[in-house]
């Protein structure tokens, strides 16, 4: 065997063997990772919107966020749309995860409840119907919420 000859089969097997380590490591982590029930992207109704990455049951848990609870002056800005109203009338919820890019409706798929964990407050998202694949979810924003917005309506 020439040295050249040598040469081009080191490197032949080199390669290889990296394009086959990357093929295991690629289809092993994809194997692995969980799968959420949420995918985030562009949505017809407004900006960004959750859509179910799976199909959903009726009464299913889609989604625990946990939440941060701060003070209603701690909040303003843009992000006065994505929190939720804690446990008092001057606290707010920011919440961590998917859960602060549902989209509104008044006829809503997606309900939550807060939960008090040994790790702190959660923001559990649920189906309130049955919720198909590739369906955007949504949550009703109340009528608080509404009413903050000079009287804007949904």
């Known amino acids: 065997m020439t040295e050249v000859s040598f040469i081009t089969l080191a490197v032949t097997l080199v390669a290889t063997l990296a394009i086959g380590t990357t093929l295991v490591t690629?289809?092993?982590?994809?194997?692995?990772r969980p799968e959420g029930k949420v995918r985030i992207?562009?949505?017809?109704?407004?900006?960004?919107g959750a859509f179910a990455a799976q199909n959903i049951k009726s009464g299913e848990i889609i989604e625990r966020c946990p939440a941060l609870e701060v003070n209603h002056t701690d909040i303003g800005g843009e992000l006065l749309n994505y929190v939720f109203y804690g446990n008092s009338e001057n606290s707010r919820l920011v919440v961590m995860g998917n859960g602060m890019l549902f989209n509104h409706s008044f006829e809503p798929n997606v309900a939550y409840y807060l939960d008090e964990t040994p790790s702190g407050?959660?923001?559990v998202l649920y189906a309130l119907s049955e919720v198909n694949k590739g369906e955007e979810m949504f949550y009703n924003y109340g009528e608080d919420w509404w009413a903050t917005r000079s009287g804007k309506d949904g």
Do not use: D
């Open 121 to 123: 407050k959660e923001l």
């Open 41 to 48: 992207k562009p949505s017809p109704i407004a900006g960004r």
């Open 26 to 32: 690629t289809i092993f982590r994809r194997k692995n």
